[in-house]
């Protein structure tokens, strides 16, 4: 039973269902358009204007133009690569759900994991392995799973390629999570999913509106959050793998090398813009 996905139906009983929110084609757009939204995307297009902008005849017009271009796109690189910035951005993410409260007792229905991303074995690499984001949510899940709080774990992610077949994230943190302790019959690994709208969809199909952890990255939570209970599931929120260190309400003790930019602080950037980004177009579509 372990390994597809299924649904409670009245009498009890498992059903395997199939509904998936995007064809094949539309994820691959979808997959595409997210670009559009990355920090990258914009200064490469900056610096193409910049370029043309340069070639020719340089007017006063033109000069004014490529001064402007300059400007621009040194204001860009520096805002979004600057760690100040970037820690303001993803702690206003990361802040929206407090840390799970340990000493809160109640049946819970399961402990839903949701998958991060997943490492495609190669002439390298001789196996699949979970990206940072996968493992974390596995070993909080394990650890949730050890202390009491639900019998049942899910793990939630399938494959996520887009022109060939690949690893399913759910089934790699089902063989983390037997390492770390829990049963085979204790998970129960939903891997049809690809985006964390159809998590919530499939998901549902799985407990209904039973009560539930959720277990994300603290930055993913206020998305994911909204979408499952837009669902109507009862969820409590785990987050796990936070970036930012403190609230951005309390009093920031300047640092000089928090002025200086730098490509982890672009990274973190770039994933809190995607995170909020998210949230206006699910809402959008009327999904949130």
């Given at each position: 039973?372990?390994?597809?996905?299924w649904?409670?139906?009245?009498s009890?009983?498992?059903?395997?269902?199939?509904?998936?929110?995007?064809?094949?084609?539309?994820?691959?757009v979808?997959?595409?358009?997210?670009?559009?939204?990355?920090?990258?995307?914009?200064?490469?297009?900056?610096?193409?204007?910049?370029?043309?902008?340069t070639?020719?005849r340089?007017?006063?017009?033109?000069?004014?133009?490529?001064?402007l271009?300059?400007?621009?796109?040194?204001?860009?690189?520096?805002?979004?690569?600057?760690?100040?910035v970037?820690?303001?951005?993803?702690a206003?993410?990361?802040?929206?759900?407090?840390?799970?409260?340990?000493?809160?007792?109640?049946?819970?229905?399961?402990?839903?994991?949701?998958?991060?991303?997943?490492?495609?074995?190669?002439?390298?690499?001789?196996?699949?392995?979970?990206?940072?984001?996968?493992?974390?949510?596995?070993?909080?899940?394990a650890?949730?799973?050890?202390?009491g709080?639900?019998?049942?774990?899910?793990?939630?992610?399938?494959?996520?390629?887009?022109?060939?077949?690949?690893?399913?994230?759910?089934?790699?943190?089902?063989?983390?999570?037997?390492?770390?302790?829990?049963?085979?019959?204790?998970?129960?690994?939903?891997?049809?999913?690809?985006?964390?709208?159809?998590?919530?969809?499939?998901?549902?199909?799985l407990?209904?509106?039973?009560?539930?952890?959720?277990?994300?990255?603290?930055?993913?939570?206020?998305?994911?959050?909204?979408?499952?209970?837009?669902?109507?599931i009862?969820?409590?929120?785990?987050?796990?793998?936070?970036?930012?260190?403190?609230?951005?309400?309390?009093?920031?003790?300047?640092?000089?090398?928090?002025?200086?930019?730098?490509v982890?602080a672009?990274?973190?950037?770039?994933?809190?813009?995607?995170?909020?980004?998210?949230i206006?177009?699910?809402?959008?579509?009327?999904?949130?």
């Amino acid at each position: 039973m372990l390994g597809t996905p299924w649904r409670v139906g009245r009498s009890g009983a498992l059903h395997e269902t199939t509904t998936m929110e995007l064809s094949p084609f539309w994820f691959g757009v979808y997959k595409l358009a997210k670009y559009v939204i990355y920090p990258y995307t914009w200064f490469l297009l900056l610096s193409a204007l910049l370029l043309a902008a340069t070639l020719g005849r340089v007017s006063t017009r033109r000069l004014a133009a490529v001064r402007l271009l300059a400007a621009a796109l040194f204001l860009m690189l520096y805002v979004c690569a600057t760690p100040m910035v970037a820690h303001v951005l993803i702690a206003s993410l990361e802040q929206q759900y407090p840390p799970f409260d340990r000493s809160l007792r109640r049946d819970f229905g399961a402990i839903i994991v949701l998958a991060g991303a997943v490492l495609e074995k190669g002439s390298l690499r001789p196996h699949h392995e979970l990206a940072a984001s996968s493992a974390e949510r596995t070993v909080c899940g394990a650890d949730l799973y050890a202390r009491g709080y639900a019998s049942t774990v899910i793990f939630s992610g399938g494959d996520a390629s887009i022109f060939s077949a690949g690893p399913q994230v759910a089934v790699e943190m089902k063989r983390l999570a037997v390492r770390l302790g829990i049963p085979e019959d204790a998970i129960v690994i939903e891997n049809r999913s690809r985006t964390t709208y159809e998590n919530a969809v499939e998901t549902k199909r799985l407990i209904g509106a039973r009560p539930a952890l959720l277990v994300t990255s603290a930055s993913h939570l206020p998305r994911a959050a909204a979408l499952f209970q837009k669902q109507g599931i009862e969820i409590t929120a785990v987050p796990c793998g936070y970036t930012a260190k403190d609230r951005t309400d309390e009093p920031w003790t300047l640092n000089p090398f928090d002025l200086l930019p730098n490509v982890t602080a672009l990274g973190i950037s770039t994933n809190a813009i995607q995170e909020r980004v998210g949230i206006v177009i699910y809402r959008a579509m009327g999904k949130l």
